[in-house]
């Protein structure tokens, strides 16, 4: 079971990230943070944060 909650909390963080990106940019309507660009730039960041949380999470699986 090691591993499982850096692993869970990296791969939330990437979705998040993506539909905070995609909707900073206006893809997704219906939303205060519809075509706003700070979305737009802190969509990624969380997305790079999340994939990083996933490589150690991975990494401390095959230890």
Do not use: C, F, H, N
């Not at 909707?23 to 994939?51: C, H, N, R």
Request: net charge positive; aromatic share 8%; hydrophobic share 55%.
């Amino acid at each position: 079971m090691r591993g499982w909650l850096p692993l869970t909390l990296g791969l939330l963080a990437v979705v998040i990230g993506a539909v905070w990106t995609v909707q900073g940019l206006g893809y997704i309507s219906g939303s205060v943070m519809t075509d706003e660009k700070i979305w737009a730039v802190i969509g990624p960041l969380v997305t790079a944060a999340g994939l990083m949380v996933l490589w150690l999470g991975l990494r401390s699986r095959r230890r």
